[in-house]
């Protein structure tokens, strides 16, 4: 029995390097596609793969490198954003930003904002929309574990949930995350800590905004 149970552990190694094999060459095949043929902007990566210890559940070769020349930032400085989760979010998405016209159209087509509905300027009730959208699941799934992340994004977290419980804060988190990644790949800028400080001043502006709207409905009908 423990000789079958090693002979299926190595099998299952197997597969699943074949598929890290496949995965690398398409990867190879878009950065060539990218670059037109020219991919020495991966020679840091294979330097840096001797260094790098391979965690549980990530690929057995830098994927970083691949990702960064495809979409011209390093999304994976992105706290809670991991070489998975970029490839995974990336494959579901693309690079091309322009498909949305600005990063609140993003994140509801991410299914990461509540189908809010407001009658006579009253919110009578505030739930996702059954919908499924992988890209966003990967989002939520990374923001679930930022509750003890030592970073704004993290502190972010932490704060939501102290006002909205978990499910709130993990919503809110991977909406933030959605308009992060918006950003850096619309304007190819890479990751800064301003970014969660600007979203988060855009957020209160809308928000005054679309407040101010209510009362001046609720002034006219009065």
Known sequence: MLEQAVEN????QKQ?????EKIKEQLLKQVAIINQGDITCLD?????????????????????????????VDLCKIPGISDV????FIAEVGVDMSKWKSAKHFAAWLNLTPNTKITGGKIISSKLMRKRNKAGQYLR???SCMSTNKTPIGDYHRRMRGKLGGRGA??????KLARIIYTMLRNKTEYN???VNDNQEKYKE???????????????AS
């Open 170 to 175: 993990t919503l809110n988190t991977a909406h």
């Open 44 to 72: 840091d990566g294979k330097k840096k793969k001797s260094k790098a210890k391979t965690k549980k559940n990530q690929f057995d070769f830098p994927v970083s490198p691949y990702l960064k020349a495809i979409t011209g």
């Open 193 to 195: 800590v301003v970014m």
């Open 85 to 88: 989760t970029a490839l995974e």
């Open 16 to 20: 699943i390097k074949n598929c890290e």
């Open 9 to 12: 552990y190595e099998f299952h």
């Open 206 to 220: 809308d928000k005054i905004m679309k407040l101010e709207k209510q009362i001046a409905r609720l002034r006219q």
């Open 141 to 143: 799934q990374a923001a």
